[in-house]
């Protein structure tokens, strides 16, 4: 059986004006097992899938994505997941809706990668596993908010802003470091959720959408 992506509805507002996508981190298991709505790296996600949905005041449309297996696959990546949950998000609507990507960890850099997307607006990348091959990227009219606890052993917090660096001559970039948080983003999970939720509001529908601290 072939593993495949799952969305899952966190919040469907009748007259969204903007609809969201929330990525997952998670490491490769060996033989590409299915991803489970319990592992950790999921469920880690939930609370700020909330809180942009709480910031967004029922306009925006939040759904999390379950990718079809664990880790960067090469022959099947995160980012061919995120492009499929985008074609999904507007299926059947003869406009499409501006889209934001909040991504943690190998999630924020499928959101970063799949951020060239026309219809993506805003991109949010919370400790992003980043790789020097993907600072050419063209993401020019976007909106992008990098940010990374500057105690991460598990993602360099330097690759990320040399990212930002790279990705800052296309597009408006910020740089965000989290002190003392880590790639789990449990101890600081308030500042990341607040962050992400905060920008993703603020660039989707204007900066006075803001305001659940």
Known sequence: M????????????????????????GASRQGNPMVSPTQLSVLRMIPI????????RKR????????????WNTDHTPVDDAHWAIDQLHEG??????????????GGRAALLAGGRPEVRSIVALNPWVYPTDGGLDL??????IAHGTDDR?????????A????????????????GGKHAMLRHHRTFDRLAADFT??????TGATGHR
Not at 60 to 71: C, I
Not at 201 to 206: Q, R, Y
Request: no cysteine; proline share 5%; net charge positive.
């Open 49 to 56: 899938a909330r809180r942009v949905a709480r910031t967004g």
């Open 93 to 106: 609507r003869t406009e499409h809706l501006p889209v934001g990507l909040v991504g943690h960890s190998l």
């Open 201 to 206: 509001a603020a660039t989707l529908l204007g």
């Open 2 to 25: 072939t593993n495949r992506a799952r969305l899952i509805p966190v919040a469907e507002p009748r007259d969204a004006e903007a609809a969201v996508l929330v990525l997952h981190g």
């Open 60 to 71: 925006l449309a939040v759904y999390r994505l379950l990718n079809s297996t664990r880790g």
């Open 154 to 162: 598990i993602a360099i917090p330097a690759k990320s802003e040399a």
């Open 164 to 179: 930002a660096r790279n990705v800052a001559r296309t597009a408006d970039v910020t740089f965000v470091p989290v002190e």
């Open 140 to 145: 020019s009219g976007r909106r992008v908010l």
